[in-house]
């Protein structure tokens, strides 16, 4: 399993608009699951409800954690994704 | 690929650190929710990779592991088999998840909770009860045969052995062994101890006492008793649970049961028996000189309060002092008195019955109004009207009017003089106590105007949503301020009724490409002519965002986001109010949000209300657009 830590910059947090964003980015990369962690809780990347259910805010560190097929390079490419996006 | 329940039952179960460390578990449409006493001893990591689980989050004191619909029963049900735990409802989770109650609320909700389980016996019991007993009244042959032997034995075994089962449900409030709080409960109707119903038949030294405790104990039994096999049973739950903790595991299954049931034992009849029994004396000594206040006023108090005598379970006792009255003065005065407070319950119950649109409810309060007019209360009380708490309150106002009009009533004895108002027996309210009566016109009217002051006061005060009836006057008083009724999309799993009024437009019509992408799921946009959004199901509300301004919701595993305006977000709750929050359940209709258009607007917003099913690749015949 590979992951990164990541500060969120997006004013709004991960809400409706970036999370959806967030989740077809994840769709892309079907042989591997993603999990979005911050504190306690933790998510699949690919559940929309539950993303925007934890309330990530501006300034809220998450992990994100990849497991499955090519995690190098799927850790790699989300993580130019969180910062280009997030 | 079809899912090993059993396999995933059992992985989830070996992450969660230990059976002690699950407090209760229920499931919803789609998720296992757990309650966890130590969250720190779950292995988060491993629980999520088992296969079957698809997601996991943890909100309001619940671990809800995501398992879906259709299999999260199945390995639910695995899951309480390797635990060996028993089944909890989701209310029951969410009680657990709320045991930070104020202590006073927790006392106060006990009875309901306890009795709540029962009344299907209590109904039973209790119609069949006064409809057996009312027979011979009007036609006495009947009461020697054996069919009424036979249904009267039928009729009373619940009211007979009542304790028995306030102890097995107690035992599940109070989270003790519900086969150990049956045996308490049966210990205290134990054959071999003297009936509480017939103890009065006894002189006091004929009574057979144990001088095994420090001081003699009477050994009568619980009959007709609530509020000591409540005690005991807690008692119970207490001893069990601390046991449980602090005895090694190799002995706690035979050491534990058997020291919970002796301390039990030995205190109920010792402690609780005895105290609750002087407290009795004080209730019935005090109910005798209450009666006898001037004008009436007593009487009217009697009559008020005698409703909360029988949550308390202590009316069981009136037949002591209606005994005595009869045997001192041939009248018994008391009768009018409890029949006012009764009938009264029997006129709230009946209103709500008559006024509910909840067939759940309805189908609750109309025998149970049937049941309160022949006297027995208990399932009109405990089923509806003290659930609902003010149909409890114009009872009481009922049953005191009453029993003040019956304190200022005369009655003539069968030798034509006018004596006190009163009845010749004892053991009979409501209608079947008509033939017992010595003026029978002023029963009638008696009961007319106890069950009428009731039932208008129920009527008028008693709404069935409580907190739809507080957002109700602020609406706007518009011709639009109704939920609509149009169904807006429709699956497989079910259908979404218009959440707002207004134009539904397409959802790639809506003013923002993420949403017209289909990015967050399929569903339409309404261009609001109102400021409010119902809820387009009966489902529950799975969040409510800080900012109020978007809700998501979730019935029969379809997931919904409402969300109000379009980058609306960065309004920060200005211009928004919620009415529910997460965990509610909502009914279709209820409202859910309000908005203000000109607000948004005014903020440089558009104001559409997006409506998506945002797990529609989930489902199937998703399908959107107005019908």
């Known amino acids: 399993m590979k992951s990164f830590e990541y500060t969120i910059t997006d004013p709004v947090g991960i809400h409706a608009r970036p999370a959806g964003v967030l989740v077809k980015e994840v769709k892309g990369f079907a042989g591997s699951t993603v999990t979005i962690q911050k504190g306690e809780k933790s998510v699949n990347a690919l559940k929309l409800m539950a993303l925007m259910q934890m309330g990530i805010k501006q300034g809220d560190t998450v992990t994100v954690s990849v497991e499955g097929g090519d995690e190098e390079a799927v850790c790699t490419a989300l993580e130019s994704f969180f910062k280009a996006n997030l | ?627």
């Open chain 2, 1 to 627: 690929m079809a899912l090993d329940y059993r396999k995933c039952a059992e992985e989830i179960y070996s992450h969660l650190g230990g059976r002690d460390n699950i407090i209760s578990a229920a499931h919803c449409a789609t998720r296992l929710r757990l309650v966890i006493a130590d969250n720190s001893k779950i292995d988060k990591e491993a629980l999520e990779n088992v296969e079957g689980v698809k997601g996991m989050f943890d909100s309001n004191g619940q671990l809800q592991l995501i398992i879906g619909t259709g299999t999260v029963n199945k390995v639910y049900d695995e899951f309480l088999a390797v635990t060996g735990m028993t089944a909890a409802t989701k209310d029951e989770v969410k009680q657990a998840a709320a045991s930070k109650m104020p202590l006073w609320k927790k006392i106060l909700k006990t009875p309901g909770d306890v009795f709540v389980p029962i009344l299907p016996a209590i109904v039973a019991s209790g119609l069949m009860m006064g409809i057996v007993e009312a027979i011979p009244k009007f036609a006495p042959a009947f009461g020697q045969t054996d069919w009424f032997s036979f249904l009267d034995l039928v009729a009373n075994t619940a009211f007979a052995l009542l304790p028995v089962l306030v102890a097995i449900s107690a035992a599940r409030v109070f989270g003790g062994n519900i086969f150990l709080g049956a045996v308490i409960g049966l210990m205290m109707v134990h054959p071999a101890l003297i009936n509480a119903w017939t103890v009065g038949n006894y002189a006091a030294g004929e009574i057979p006492t144990w001088s095994i405790f420090f001081y003699p104990i009477q050994q009568v039994g619980y009959q007709g008793h609530v509020i000591p096999v409540l005690l005991a049973v807690l008692l119970m739950s207490t001893i069990e649970k601390w046991l449980h903790k602090h005895v090694p595991e190799m002995i706690d299954l035979f050491v534990t049961p058997l020291v919970t049931v002796v301390c039990t034992a030995y205190l109920t009849f010792t402690v609780i028996g005895p105290v609750f029994s002087v407290f009795e004396n004080w209730v019935l000594a005090g109910a005798q000189a209450l009666i006898t206040i001037g004008f009436g006023f007593g009487a009217a108090v009697m009559g008020a309060i005698y409703p909360f005598t029988v949550v308390m379970g202590l009316h069981h006792m009136y037949n002591v002092i209606e005994a005595g009255m009869i045997s001192s003065t041939g009248v018994n005065t008391w009768m009018p008195i409890a029949t006012a407070a009764n009938i009264a319950q029997f006129g709230a119950c009946l209103a709500v019955a008559l006024k509910c649109k909840s067939q759940k409810t309805k189908s609750v309060a109309l025998p149970s109004s049937l049941s309160a007019s022949l006297g027995i209360t208990e399932p009109a009380i405990f089923g509806i009207n003290f659930r609902f708490m003010k149909p409890f309150i114009a009872g009481m106002i009922g049953g005191a009017v009453g029993s003040l009009f019956a304190s200022w009533m005369t009655g003539t004895d069968m030798n034509g003089n006018v004596v006190k108002f009163g009845a010749t027996t004892y053991g009979v309210t409501g209608i079947p106590g008509i033939p017992a009566i010595n003026n029978i016109p002023m029963y009638l009217l008696l009961m007319l105007i106890s069950a009428g002051v009731a039932f208008v006061i129920t009527w008028f005060i008693w709404n069935e949503d409580e907190p739809k009836k507080q957002t109700a006057p602020s609406a706007p008083a518009k011709a639009e301020s109704k939920a609509p009724t149009a169904s807006v999309i429709r699956c497989a799993a079910g259908e979404l009724i218009q959440p707002t009024n207004g134009k539904v437009i397409a959802r790639e019509a809506i003013p923002d490409a993420t949403f017209a992408d289909g990015i967050l799921g399929d569903g339409v946009g309404i261009e609001p002519s109102e400021g409010i959004v119902y809820a387009p199901f009966d489902g529950e509300v799975t969040s409510v965002f800080d900012t109020k301004h978007a809700i998501t919701l979730e019935k029969n595993g379809m997931e919904v986001l409402i969300h109000v305006g379009v980058n609306t977000v960065n309004m920060n709750g200005e211009g928004f109010e919620a009415f529910v929050k997460e965990g509610d359940t909502v009914k279709a209709g209820q409202k859910l949000l309000a908005f203000d258009s000109a607000k948004i607007k005014a903020a440089g917003y558009s104001d559409c209300v997006v409506v998506l099913l945002t797990n529609a690749e989930e489902l199937e015949k998703v399908e959107c657009g107005i019908k």
